[in-house]
């Protein structure tokens, strides 16, 4: 069976919005590399490449936070001092 990928927004390597990383993750390549074309990409078409950021940031979903391995602790509850 064939997985099914999707275009979603990073929660694990996020700097700004985790738009670079979640491109990333879906071509499976490393996200400095994608920030790197994007910086290049920028000076490249004199800024205009500089709006892709915030609609990606807009029209891409958020990934689903990631569970954690372990439960976290929760704090006992206070009693008052006699």
Same mark, same amino acid.
């Given at each position: 069976?064939?997985?099914?990928? =999707? =275009?979603?927004?990073?929660?694990?390597?996020?700097?700004?919005?985790?738009?670079?990383?979640?491109?990333?993750?879906?071509?499976?390549?490393?996200?400095?590399?994608?920030?790197?074309?994007?910086?290049?990409?920028?000076?490249?078409?004199?800024?205009?490449?500089?709006?892709?950021?915030?609609?990606?940031?807009?029209?891409?979903?958020?990934?689903?936070?990631?569970?954690p391995?372990?439960?976290?602790?929760?704090?006992?509850?206070?009693?008052?001092?006699?």
């Open positions: 069976m064939t997985e099914i990928k =999707l =275009l979603r927004r990073s929660h694990i390597d996020r700097k700004i919005a985790g738009v670079s990383a979640g491109v990333a993750e879906y071509f499976g390549i490393d996200p400095t590399v994608v920030r790197v074309a994007f910086v290049l990409a920028v000076v490249f078409t004199g800024g205009w490449a500089a709006v892709a950021y915030p609609l990606m940031w807009i029209l891409m979903p958020e990934a689903p936070k990631p569970t391995m372990y439960p976290e602790p929760v704090a006992a509850p206070m009693t008052p001092a006699a």
